[in-house]
């Protein structure tokens, strides 16, 4: 049978309830777009008939028995999982739901240190234990690129009591080492996997395109649909491998409907039936395509000699539709992206050597003359061939355990003191640099002369971070008790 994009249970639920003119006296307030603001109505108008709530054959999120339930069989099947949750709240709630659910509070869990600051949430919320891996890095761009069998093997035999490990998979540039051989010493040791997969929705297309976690034997696997593929932001999946048990799948979907709104956006779930079905509808003439339309950007990007596109080690599962540039002049990444933006062009995000740029499943195209007008703006700068890349984030090498549990770190008295008077304090608070929105520094964790170093060297490259107020001092531990 031939595939094709109207194969959409949910979008055509919708689509036929549109089609019987409905007077709304429910929510929400615009009643099917009849009451807007004037500066978007015109441009809203036709989308908030899809902004419905949970009528009659419009099925329920929380117990699906129709169109919703059809869409996520949809996806299960597409995907190779024995089950596909949607998610209305970004991988985030699919991260918090997965930990919440698959282990028990006081557990014992591994997780990769370079995990986005929604796994250290839920790690959190879960009251778990988490014993930090440190990943693999590559030794060209300092990027963080996976845990190794090595590492998880020697991790298991420091903590034989834990109960899983938490992986991110790929990294925010879209590469990776392979994990098959991680993900096996995991399951032989009878850990649960769950691994943030955020940007690799459309692995599932096949080469050149990696391969999922899923296929690779992990139990629960968290996507966001809308990184990768065409959804609306915060569309995002969580599968369920096969070989789980209902137990699992009942704590989960537990889970979900504690962590997700009790009432989701019929938008955002529409757009991910529409997202399956595009994927699943392209030939691999269609990927071919825009494939080679991303060789022909890299192929021009290659020709200004102040950036360099940087080709991945061979031996990495790499994203071609993530393109990685390195500014080859004394301007960091993040004034190589102001660059590109003044210029009407917005990468994804910049580290202190890097600008990511993401490209999707269809064809871009550049106006006339903006690369030739980048050249130009570049031009100045003199070619530095300063290879230097610090580090992604403070590395500690090793299973290490956090100082300090949450929980006591709540009940603690804490204060603030200035980053010169940090060095070997108990961090109350973490520090995020965003994007990519992993902790530079953990509550609980011990801070080093080398994190100082590191915070006030993406700050003065112009990293931004999430904060408050500017950063300048960090929330510690108060020991003043302790060292009287």
Request: aromatic share 8%.
């Amino acid at each position: 049978m031939t595939l094709t994009r109207n194969h959409i249970p949910l979008i055509k639920a919708i689509q036929n309830h549109k089609k019987t003119n409905p007077v709304s006296f429910h929510v929400p307030g615009h009643k099917n777009g009849l009451f807007f603001h004037n500066s978007l109505l015109e441009d809203f108008q036709e989308v908030l008939t899809y902004d419905v709530t949970e009528l009659v054959g419009l099925d329920d999120l929380h117990a699906p028995s129709g169109a919703i339930r059809k869409a996520q069989e949809e996806a299960a099947r597409f995907y190779g999982a024995k089950e596909t949750f949607f998610l209305v709240g970004g991988s985030t709630v699919g991260n918090l739901a997965m930990v919440y659910g698959a282990f028990q509070r006081g557990d014992q869990v591994f997780v990769q240190r370079n995990s986005h600051k929604s796994v250290f949430h839920a790690v959190q919320i879960a009251g778990l234990h988490p014993i930090l891996l440190t990943p693999e890095f590559d030794t060209i761009s300092g990027h963080p690129i996976g845990i190794s069998v090595a590492a998880l093997s020697e991790a298991i035999r420091q903590y034989p009591d834990a109960k899983g490990v938490i992986l991110t998979y790929p990294n925010y540039f879209g590469v990776s080492i392979d994990l098959q051989e991680t993900i096996s010493a995991a399951k032989q040791s009878d850990l649960l996997v769950l691994v943030d997969e955020a940007h690799a929705a459309h692995y599932c297309l096949g080469e050149p395109f990696p391969v999922s976690t899923l296929q690779q034997g992990a139990d629960v696997v968290v996507q966001s649909a809308h990184k990768m593929l065409p959804a609306l932001t915060m569309s995002s999946f969580l599968h369920l491998n096969d070989k789980r048990s209902d137990s699992l799948r009942h704590k989960i979907k537990e889970a979900l409907s504690m962590f997700q709104s009790s009432s989701p956006s019929y938008l955002l779930m529409a757009s991910l039936d529409g997202a399956r079905a595009y994927a699943e509808s392209m030939t691999k003439s269609e990927i071919a395509t825009i494939l080679a339309g991303v060789d022909a950007l890299k192929k021009e990007l290659s020709s200004i000699k102040q950036i360099k596109v940087v080709n991945w080690n061979d031996n990495y599962h790499c994203d071609p539709l993530k393109v990685t540039i390195k500014t080859t002049t004394n301007l960091t990444g993040f004034k190589l992206q102001d660059i590109f933006i003044e210029n009407n062009l917005y990468p994804e995000l910049a580290d202190e050597k890097h600008v990511l740029l993401v490209f999707g499943l269809g064809n871009i195209k550049i106006p006339n003359g903006l690369l030739q007008s980048i050249q130009q703006t570049l031009n100045p700068y003199e070619v530095n061939e300063e290879t230097r890349t610090p580090p992604f984030l403070n590395v500690r090498m090793g299973a290490q355990k956090l100082e300090l549990h949450s929980d006591a770190i709540q009940k603690a008295e804490k204060k603030r003191v200035p980053f010169e008077k940090a060095v070997g304090l108990i961090a109350a608070e973490a520090i995020v640099p965003y994007p990519p929105g992993i902790p530079f520094v953990l509550p609980g964790e011990r801070i080093t002369e080398q994190t100082i170093e590191g915070i006030l060297s993406l700050l003065d490259a112009g990293a931004v971070f999430q904060v408050e107020q500017e950063l300048k001092d960090v929330l510690v531990v108060d020991v003043e008790d302790d060292n009287e």
